[in-house]
Structures are given as structure tokens and as C-alpha cells.
């Protein structure tokens, strides 16, 4: 039997700031998106050329607590997680919807942060900032079981 391995490493910048919220459980929960984007060279016309790709990221307890707290729109970031697509059936609509998202275990703050000092001068930047965050103990899912 052959081994699989389901893994991601992405880095890029959030298109708008983490939603946060705290389960029934007490479980912490944030989501975001970040933007990846390539340039190319068309060979026909020789035109440069953008893709940009949107990732939806999930982030559970510690890790998503570290997110809701420091991370915002603009802010570039480093995942590393796992893909995962779900469905479920809209209650309004009835109909059935899928979305892919990536699972992160580890995030790395990337670029410059402001200082929390600097309220009246927001531009000024502290050193650059490389910060790793790994989640303490993922989330299992019942979805998990080879089975």
C-alpha cells in the first residue's frame, strides 16, 4: 500500500482581517483568507501576466487565539496545514455548497509589525518580524478515520 501525504506551505497576504468565535465547547475558531499570486510572460504576446489564487485558512484554539490577536488585513503569513473540502446543504436555498479550505498546524508572521507605541504615527515599523506559531495538539476530526 502506497503512503499519502496531504500537505500544504503557503505564503501570502490576508484580504481582510481574521473572524474569530468561540464554539459552544469553549473551542477556539478563526478564519481568513490570503491571496497567493505568480506573474508570468505570455509566449504569444510576450505580455506579462498576474494570477492571483484565494485560500480559505482555518485555525483552531492556541493558533487561531495568535491570529485573532495579531494578524490583519495586508499582513503577510506563512501556513502550513493540510486541504480539506467540505459540503453541506444551504438551509435557505436548499441546495448543496463545497468549499476547500486549508487546516493550518503552523503559522509564521511575516514581513514588519507596527509598535503598539506608535498609535499617532502608524507607518513606523519595528525590525522585521518572523514569529512561528504551531498548533499545540490539531484538531481530530471524526472525518480523520481511514475507515
Known sequence: MAASLNKVILIGNLGKNPETRTLESGVVMCRFSI????????RQSGEKTSHTEWHNIVLWRNLAEVA?????????VLIEGRIRSRSWEDKESGQMRYTTEILADQMQMMGSVKKASDTESPNVLEEPNARSFVQESPIQLEEDLPF
Not at 68 to 76: I, P, Q, R, S, V
Open 68 to 76: 485573532d490577536k495579531y494578524l490583519h488585513k495586508g499582513d503577510k
Open 35 to 42: 491571496a497567493t499570486s505568480e506573474t508570468y510572460r505570455n
